[in-house]
């Protein structure tokens, strides 16, 4: 149930208001918090989110009607999103319309404010029911050599990256040169030995059939999916599939040298199309992607996945 509707004011350096307050769609941001509630559940090793969710304005130290987080309340298990992070894809649409109408300068910083006023019979969030999820029963050793140590966060479950799957992802980034390419995880869910709570291994990497890249992009086609499902079935592993694989190249390898030692696109990111393929593709909370990045003098390998309804970089374990 939701019990406000939200709005968007663009602020000019100075705390002064540019233009007229815009109505919030809540579908994407309640969306992203249902991912996080979805996420927290399945950490507990539970099967669906209770219902009914409720989502709620938590105020901003500003006072009321200055909303700080939105919270989603489902059962015992709650998720408090920030409205400045949820929010701040539509306050970039916003001050890219009110510049093309002259009423906020090029190059001047700006920032914003969600605001919220009650509402009724207002639809709630959608819920995701988690019977289908593979849960495993058998156990798992969450054992190896920490990678990226400081992309961890205390609430993800282990996952490990098999030494083959890290090795192939290098292989075909190498091999593909100045064009991206592709490919999807297999991999099976066991419960932590130690913890008794989910862990993930993630056991093969297979090349996007059918999918195509460029310098800029990598595209899968519903080919890629059923013939990685036809090579699921062929494995006979009791593997699923857990995510997509797919690399970078050398974006900046014809920037000057002294740009390329400073440039952010050399360093590992999941761009907004990547992050519009796990979560329409990869929406389950153990679902995570492999990125290979060519960052000038070789390839760094990272794993991102679902933390509170965002996708974020995190930390992983090897057979090393």
């Given at each position: ?154 609430h993800d479950f282990p ?24 490919g999807v995880l297999f ?134």
């Open positions: 149930m939701n019990t406000h509707t939200y709005s968007l004011h663009i602020l000019r350096e100075g705390r002064h208001p540019v233009g007229e307050p815009v109505d919030l769609s809540l579908r994407g941001p309640l969306q992203r918090g249902v991912e996080a509630l979805h996420w927290r559940s399945f950490l507990a090793g539970n099967r669906l989110v209770p219902e009914p969710v409720r989502a709620l304005p938590r105020w901003s130290p500003l006072g009321e009607p200055v909303v700080d987080a939105i919270l989603l309340e489902a059962g015992d298990i709650s998720v408090s999103l920030s409205a400045n992070r949820l929010f701040a894809q539509a306050a970039r649409r916003e001050s890219t319309r009110l510049v093309e109408a002259e009423l906020l300068e090029k190059g001047v910083s700006y920032g914003f404010v969600i605001t919220a006023r009650p509402a009724s019979d207002m639809p709630g969030p959608p819920v995701f029911h988690l019977d289908d999820y593979p849960l495993c029963d058998e156990c798992g050793e969450s054992a190896g050599v920490v990678a990226d140590a400081g992309h961890a966060a205390p996952v490990r990256v098999s030494r083959v799957v890290l090795d192939d992802a290098i292989r075909m980034a190498e091999q593909s040169g100045d064009d991206e390419t592709g991999g099976r869910l066991l419960k932590d030995s130690e913890s008794g709570g989910p862990m993930l291994v993630v056991t093969h990497l297979c090349p996007a059939a059918g999918g195509h890249g460029d310098g800029t992009s990598f595209t899968f086609t519903p080919e890629t999916w059923s013939l990685a499902q036809d090579m699921l079935s062929e494995r006979s592993a009791g593997e699923i599939m857990i995510g997509s694989y797919h690399s970078h190249p050398d974006f900046c390898k014809d920037c000057e040298p002294e740009r390329q030692k400073i440039c952010a696109m050399r360093r590992p990111f999941f761009s907004d199309d990547d992050v519009r393929l796990h979560e329409s593709v990869f929406p389950a909370a153990y679902s995570v992607g492999l990125l290979a990045s060519n960052n000038g003098s070789g390839i760094e390998l990272s794993l991102w996945g679902w933390r509170d309804g965002f996708i974020a970089r995190r930390s992983y374990l090897t057979n090393d």
